[in-house]
């Protein structure tokens, strides 16, 4: 996802109207914040741009100087899952889809508590572990198992279950709060988390899981995000349409998704323009 669009598309061209109303910091080309150049998407007509543009490390949208403005307007309004910096706002909405780690839990990090209980070098433990992490959150690879690849690989004694023994999340009152009047509003509010069964056996324990109508657990339904089908999964088992659904997520990669689906949807995380927070309230009039 991109910060901010920069462009050299004047202002005197029907585009310019639409790319500025869906970005109101839009920045010329080539841009002069101090934000990094990946985090910047350039939106232009020229192709001696773009190539610039390529070579330092932005990406870009290059909408056909063919259409009409009403049609060049929409191709603006396609960006939309790509851009970090808007919150869509609730609009009739029927479902609303909350993630769990670092939304409506906090302090969901394991892994350098983890090395540190094995005796290993951080960064090398994370680097293998990111080879099994999808495997296990779709199921397909018992926890047993990969703790057995560890003992293995590291040649090490590995006691019980680390995955348990240092998942020790918390919650965020702000989301809670939201999740209960929304339910309190008679709104239908689930959860789709990519998770494991020694996270997800906490979660439930700790009342997570309580909060929601239903909660949709990734090792259970056999697909991880951002897979498309996590999403279709979740959507068909509601009977819910994707334009009338509400996605809130922390993972870029996956408000991308949903987005491409046609979900309303907000990133949870503090952004260039608001913080986590401000965004919530934004989007929900807190």
Known sequence: MFDRICTDIHSSDPLFAP???????????PPLGDLPYSRYLLVSKNQDSIGKA????????????????????????????????????????????????????????MLGKVSRRLGLD????????????????????????????????????????????DFTPHFNEEVVNLIKALRSEGKRVVCGSNTFAPHWDILERMGALALFDKSYASHEMGISKPARQFFEHILAKEKAEAKKTYYIDDYEENIVQASTLGMQCLLYTDGIRQSASEKLNEAFGL
């Open 19 to 29: 790319l500025l109303a869906i970005c109101p910091e839009l920045e010329m080309f």
């Open 54 to 109: 390529r070579q330092m490390g932005i990406a870009s949208a290059s909408p056909n100087p063919e259409l009409k403005a009403d049609i060049l307007a929409k191709e603006v309004k396609a960006l939309r899952p790509y851009l970090s910096f808007i919150n869509d706002p609730v609009e009739g909405c029927d479902l609303f889809i909350f993630d769990m780690g670092n939304v409506v839990v906090k302090n969901i990090h």
């Open 122 to 165: 951080k960064e090398e433990f994370k680097s293998d572990y990111r080879n099994y992490d999808f495997a296990m959150m779709d199921g397909t690879l018992p926890i047993e198992a990969y703790w057995e690849h560890v003992r293995s690989k590291f040649g090490i004694t590995v006691e019980g279950n680390p995955f348990a023994k």
